[in-house]
């Protein structure tokens, strides 16, 4: 039986289950420590046909390894990435290393680029407009990020709508430094209300 080895959290785990594949990994992996030593040599599933990597708060060098000789070694093995995204928003103090750091260490030790299934590549909105009978054209994308909201929005053929809620500020927008323009864009999702208030 295939199995997945999860770099990530309960989240991957449960999308797995309800996919109905078999995994190992994830958060139990996240106390596991190496001792390196002469002589020492790591076993792995050879059953593992893909590692899936995700925002992880329990990363550690166990992990990186594991996943780095399933994608080595196990033949025909994928390296899935949920996201690329730089940061994220653990707390309102501060900008914190988000899934895509994760991603780059199982990139930097496998030399292989992953398969991204999330924003921004359009695997997903491929999926759901085959699945629901769409156009892109039909969908607007709305998100709090350039980099991957709008610009899966962008790549996938839809409209955008960036928040200025969340990661980027409208100075981060309208910087000469920004390549990635959004159709609309708004303060908080919330103003939908105003604008479904005045039309009524």
Request: proline share 4%; hydrophobic share 35%.
């Amino acid at each position: 039986m295939v199995q997945v080895y999860v770099i990530g959290e309960e989240g991957i785990l449960k999308e797995l289950e309800l996919a109905g594949f078999q995994y190992l990994g994830g958060p139990t992996d996240g106390d596991k420590k190496i001792e390196l030593k002469p002589g020492f040599y790591m076993e792995h599933d050879k059953d593992v046909g893909a590692v899936v990597v995700g925002f992880d708060r329990y990363f550690n060098y166990y992990k990186v390894q594991y996943g780095t000789l399933c994608i080595r070694e196990n033949p025909g093995c994928l390296f899935i990435a949920t996201n690329r995204d730089a940061v994220t928003h653990l707390t309102d103090a501060q900008e914190w290393a988000g899934g895509g750091s994760m991603v780059g260490a199982v990139l930097g030790s496998t030399k292989q680029e992953p398969l991204v299934v999330g924003k921004p590549s359009t695997f997903m909105m491929d999926y759901l407009a085959k699945k629901f009978g769409i156009t892109t054209s039909q969908i607007c994308m709305v998100g709090d990020r350039l980099d991957t909201d709008v610009l899966f929005g962008q790549n996938g053929g839809c409209k955008t709508l960036l928040v200025l809620s969340g990661v980027t500020s409208e100075q981060m927008l309208q910087s000469p430094d920004n390549k990635i323009q959004p159709d609309f864009y708004t303060n908080q999702i919330s103003d939908f209300l105003t604008l479904k208030t005045a039309a009524v």
